[in-house]
């Protein structure tokens, strides 16, 4: 009788060793440890070993994981995953010295011990990743919801943009229709060689200046009508007008054409696809422009007939780190000098017409330069022969 007092109280006084020691470590870590995750980390095993110790004369030797895993989960799902981590190592040590027998010491008294502590290992492993599934998610989340608020604002100012170029071509239309008068007017005296050049070219830069007023109210009232295109024409007309200006003169602009296709869709927009393309690809520092025009066929979906044009050059070509906002509303690597609308135009009106804009660029080596391919549905019956005198124009 005497001995099993004994046994007892040897057991008692190592119990109360085992809690006075568990609470100095827990106190030193939280005098280091001044985060509060892991200051939740510390705090949620201790009250797991609290509450177990407390149940110990009626569970005994069962369930002595179950509250540390409510710990690590609790944990988890406050702070996230590395504060759990902390915690799982924590309960597995409180929960493996002091709850599973023999009791404080290092081993299992049998083999159903090591099968719990290996299904409480799984257990807590399966809490931190769900923890980290939970995170993950919640991150995408809010990344879904800042990408929307930024295309809802880019939304109001593209509103915004539309409503005022509508209404500063609205208001341009006056003046330039009495200038159209003017210039009409004085083309009709006599004039010398030199200055009736000088009137010509006043008189096709307002002509210009028209045709740019009507393709933007076109462009955001929706007024122009599909009709046939005739796609060689318009880069023809682009690229004479863009080749006139003085600092473009120096760039060898190269068209290769295979056949003449003709195209159902607006005019002015197609022919604002091709000037932006084309402007943008003579701006870019480069020496030579090539501009291809072909039959082919559609590679994403397989099997669509229709129209490719591609426009390379040998320019800076566009940085890999914004090459995917380069489509983006007012985004342009030319501060000074651009909307950042044009691309973002460009990829419109492909897209209206069922087509698809693509961009490959390089900024150093052999292959240095920019080139876009654009692709436009349409019948295969449209493509008609070429005269080989155009095929092999060039620009300069």
């Not at 050059?313 to 651009?338: H, V």
Request: aromatic share 8%.
């Amino acid at each position: 009788m005497a001995s099993s007092l004994g046994d007892s109280d040897q057991t008692t006084n190592v119990r109360t060793t085992s809690v006075r020691f568990v609470s100095r470590v827990l106190q030193a870590i939280l005098r280091r440890v001044r985060f509060s995750g892991y200051s939740l980390a510390v705090v949620s095993v201790l009250l797991a070993f609290l509450l177990r110790l407390l149940a110990d004369p009626w569970l005994g030797d069962q369930s002595p994981y179950l509250l540390f895993v409510v710990a690590v989960a609790v944990t988890g799902l406050y702070e996230g995953v590395r504060p759990a981590l902390l915690a799982a190592a924590l309960g597995t040590v409180a929960a493996y010295f002091c709850f599973v027998p023999p009791r404080y010491q290092w081993g299992f008294a049998g083999v159903s011990d090591a099968v719990g502590f290996g299904v409480y290992v799984l257990g807590v492993a399966s809490v931190i990743l769900l923890t980290h599934a939970r995170i993950r998610a919640a991150k995408k989340a809010e990344q879904h919801r800042v990408r929307a608020e930024e295309i809802l604002l880019k939304a109001e100012r593209l509103s915004a943009a539309g409503q005022m170029a509508s209404l500063l071509a609205h208001e341009i239309n006056n003046p330039l229709a009495a200038l159209t008068n003017v210039m009409f007017l004085l083309n009709q005296q006599p004039h010398s060689s030199a200055s009736q050049e000088l009137l010509t070219a006043a008189t096709n830069a307002l002509h210009r200046i028209n045709r740019i007023a009507g393709m933007t109210l076109g462009f955001f009232f929706e007024k122009d009508t599909a009709a046939a295109v005739r796609i060689c024409e318009i880069v023809d007309e682009v690229a004479e007008s863009v080749m006139a200006v003085g600092s473009f003169k120096h760039i060898n602009l190269k068209r290769d054409f295979e056949c003449n296709p003709i195209l159902i869709a607006s005019q002015p927009r197609i022919r604002q696809l091709i000037a932006s393309l084309i402007t943008n690809a003579v701006e870019s520092e480069a020496t030579v422009v090539r501009v291809r025009v072909r039959t082919a066929m559609d590679w994403r979906p397989p099997g669509r007939a229709g129209i490719r044009i591609t426009i390379a050059d040998d320019g800076r070509g566009i940085r890999s780190d914004i090459r995917e906002d380069i489509f983006e509303p007012f985004f342009s690597t030319k501060i000074e000098k651009a909307t950042g609308l044009g691309l973002w135009a460009s990829r419109a009106i492909a897209v209206r017409n069922d087509g698809t804009i693509r961009l490959r660029s390089a900024v150093r080596g052999p292959r240095k330069g920019t080139c876009v391919s654009v692709f436009l549905p349409t019948s295969a019956k449209t493509a008609v022969p070429l005269d080989l005198t155009r095929a092999a124009g060039t620009a300069k």
